[in-house]
């Protein structure tokens, strides 16, 4: 994967000096064992300001960009939350649990986390603490491993900018979502006209590199490969893409996407983008559809949270009675209200796909040409999608400006669409009561982020560090949403 950051973890200790500094940095050493090698153990141990400052400029020497705070006693609370200050990136406290004589060896960590926490927001500073910050050293290094996908992901969006093409077709408005709140997080966005994007596009014909695209398209594809004749067009739209990227990232690492693609686009570029945009988004470099600029983000966030491709669908139709007769009743676990499928025309990564084929998009030939043999409607990647766990999800702003987002963990089914497009079968636990409760009343757009596994619990934290007040999830039936009629 391409277009994401590597975290180099660092592990500092700290020690209140009326307490042995040898037991936290022997507390030290034993959680760096139990992490293992890819971890730097700074060896100064934090008593006051001046070793923070020492231990911060230490692990920044080492190359180290995401931190872990140990108190491996009750800690010094000014010293300690300076440290976050210092390093200036993503941050996580823990503490130790007792483990062993409890009159020479006993450390209070326990006790020290609290005022630690305490001292954080006295000072306005944003850090992680996890679930359950206080553990064992196999217990800390469990920690450890799970903050850094969550790292991974605030070093991405620090370094990030987003390409917007458009502007957004006129019935997509639910699209259209104030963009103030992502500056706040330190996003850029730069807006283009589609103007901009042909006049790159017809500076990139005969292109040298447009074989080597080509080949590479046609050994991805394999026996899907149904319209050949459109490659060429597509690679040409590649490389424009990809030049535009590195030619404006400026002063950021990232870039993600959020592009026009219809109704005018097909009629002047002379195909659909999709494949396209399933192949960069399987690099690590998200394209959204219909300029979602808060779609390319949410997908960027799960590429970063997983390390692997994933999508951005629409929530867009109901599972017939029939197919959930057929197919799932008395096989699986969900009601038929709490299926549905997750379509787009054709942007999912082929190794998301069953099995997947270069095809027209349906929609855009009934509009373009309807009487002939697709021509400018070809390019889309459609296939049922390969079924597995799956979390959908999405950042989103209100027409107020203001941060919300949502979670739910589900899975895709092996059960046969018998549609058209990147199309699945999702099942969601209280889908339908998400759906009403969440989605439709909290007002969020159709289209929503799909990482391909169970990540629910790196999102929540993330989003809370973020500082989203409204995280929605699919609560289960024994906790009504508060918009739900009890009568009902």
């Not at 730097?40 to 141990?45: A, D, E, K, V």
């Not at 326990?110 to 217990?139: D, H, Q, W």
């Not at 895709?412 to 636990?429: D, H, K, M, N, Y």
């Amino acid at each position: 994967m391409q277009n994401l950051p590597e975290v180099k973890l660092g592990l500092i200790s700290v020690s209140r000096d009326c307490f042995p500094i040898a037991l936290s940095t022997q507390r030290r050493n034993k959680v760096a064992e139990a992490y293992g090698a890819n971890v730097y153990n700074c060896p100064i141990t934090v008593e006051n300001e001046v070793d923070a400052q020492k231990a911060v400029a230490d692990v920044k020497e080492h190359g180290v960009n995401a931190l872990v705070v140990y108190l491996g006693n009750f800690g010094p609370e000014t010293p300690e939350t300076m440290i976050a200050r210092f390093f200036g990136g993503p941050t996580m406290y823990v503490a130790a649990a007792e483990e062993g004589n409890l009159i020479d060896g006993r450390g209070d960590a326990y006790c020290g986390m609290l005022n630690c926490s305490y001292n954080l927001g006295m000072r306005k500073i944003k850090a992680f603490i996890p679930e359950n910050p206080v553990g064992t050293a196999t217990e800390i290094a469990k920690q450890m491993g799970e903050f850094i996908p969550f790292a991974k992901a605030i070093l991405g969006l620090k370094n990030l900018k987003v390409i917007a093409f458009g502007p957004r077709p006129q019935d997509f408005f639910a699209c259209n979502a104030p963009i103030k709140p992502l500056f706040d997080l330190g996003i850029e966005i730069q807006e283009n006209s589609e103007l901009d994007l042909y006049d790159a596009y017809l500076k990139h014909k005969d292109d040298p590199r447009i074989p080597e695209v080509i080949a590479d398209m046609e050994a991805e594809l394999g026996e899907g490969n149904k319209h050949p004749g459109v490659l060429s067009r597509l690679a040409q739209y590649e490389l424009t893409l990809l030049d535009w990227a590195e030619a404006n990232k400026g002063s950021r690492e990232y870039i993600v996407f959020a592009n026009k693609c219809w109704p005018s686009f097909e009629r002047y570029f002379g195909f659909v983008p999709c494949y396209v945009n399933s192949r960069l988004t399987s690099r690590g470099i998200p394209v959204a559809c219909e300029v979602d600029i808060y779609g390319a983000i949410s997908e960027y966030i799960g590429t970063c949270i997983t390390g692997a491709p994933v999508t951005l669908l629409d929530i867009n139709n109901t599972v017939p009675s029939y197919i959930y007769n057929e197919d799932i009743s008395g096989k699986y676990d969900f009601r038929l209200n709490e299926t549905f499928m997750g379509f787009h025309c054709g942007n999912i990564p082929i190794c998301r796909l069953a099995k997947g084929e270069m095809k027209y998009q349906l929609i855009q030939k009934r509009v373009l040409e309807p009487d002939g043999e697709p021509d400018i409607s070809r390019g889309t990647l459609e296939g049922d999608i390969a079924a597995g766990e799956i979390t959908f999800f999405r950042l989103q702003s209100t027409a107020a400006g203001e941060l919300k987002a949502y979670v739910a963990q589900g899975e895709v089914l092996p059960v046969a669409t018998r549609s058209f497009g990147g199309i699945g079968v999702f099942a969601i636990p209280e889908m339908d009561r998400f759906y009403r409760h969440v989605l439709v009343e909290k007002q969020y757009p159709h289209h929503g982020a799909v990482a391909f596994g169970h990540v629910g619990k790196v999102l929540f934290d993330l989003f809370k560090y973020l500082g989203v007040k409204d995280i929605a999830y699919n609560q289960p039936k024994s906790l009504p949403y508060p918009t739900e009629n009890p009568f009902a």
